[in-house]
């Protein structure tokens, strides 16, 4: 009896797909920091990555500026309740026998005068937020500037030797942080005077803060942000803990 042998076809094992190196995120950034008014740079600092390097959130972002929002609404509007109008509770005229609808006193919200059904009372809209979210939100927004070279921070004060609005104008023009790139925030680490006397005239330009004054909407809605380097600390202290 003939035997016959069938080809064995061996097919080769696949080459191993090469894996893409993962990239370390450096532990910190560097920062360069100004002399005011030259703003020529003095020396570089390094600050942690989880601080100016944290990815972009647009949600987390979106409800610190709504949770900020609500903290600042003010629920003032008041009517009065028939009970609070000032009057008689005297019946207008007798329940039956006129032909017309039945009706209280004077003071019932069918009438002019009378007390309004249902309306607004002074009320609290302020929302909730937990910390570490809000800090991240802070991060993200200080990151977002960092990245797109909108944080200029400025070593010692940023105040004026005189509240004299033309060498403030003069300083916001030359370094281009006027109207034309979208205002400019200053934001100082204690109240500085005559620099916020003199951008009392130049509103449309720029504005100033300080520390305690400053939220996440205010440091997105400008151009730039220029900021002393004790306010940025004190910043990095207060937010700088939490999810990264």
Avoid: C
């Avoid at 951008?199 to 909407?217: Q, S």
Wanted: net charge positive; hydrophobic share 35%; charged share 30%.
């Amino acid at each position: 009896m003939a035997t016959t042998s069938a080809a064995v076809k061996v097919i080769p094992a696949p080459e191993p797909v090469p894996q893409p190196f993962a990239i370390k995120k450096a532990p910190t950034v560097l920062l360069t920091v100004h002399s005011f008014p030259t703003m020529e740079p003095v020396r570089f600092d390094q600050v942690a990555s989880t601080f100016l390097h944290a990815p972009l959130r647009r949600d987390i972002l979106h409800r610190a500026v709504i949770f900020e929002g609500d903290a600042h609404r003010l629920g003032r509007a008041k009517t009065k309740y028939r009970h609070e109008v000032r009057g008689s509770t005297r019946k207008i005229r007798p329940q039956k026998g006129t032909g017309q609808a039945r009706l209280g006193d004077k003071k019932s919200p069918m009438l002019r005068g009378g007390g309004v059904a249902h309306g607004p009372k002074p009320r609290d809209f302020s929302t909730g937020l937990q910390r570490k979210v809000y800090d991240l939100a802070w991060r993200t927004a200080l990151s977002y500037r960092y990245r797109r070279g909108e944080l200029v921070v400025v070593d010692g004060s940023l105040d004026l030797q005189e509240a004299d609005p033309g060498l403030a104008n003069t300083i916001v023009q030359r370094y281009g942080w006027g109207k034309q790139s979208g205002r400019s925030l200053f934001v100082t680490n204690e109240p500085r005077e005559n620099l916020a006397n003199a951008l009392e005239e130049l509103e449309e330009d720029a504005r100033v803060l300080t520390k305690f004054e400053i939220d996440v909407k205010d440091m997105l809605e400008t151009g730039r942000v220029i900021i002393e380097r004790e306010a940025l600390a004190w910043l990095e202290k207060e937010h700088g803990l939490g999810v990264n």
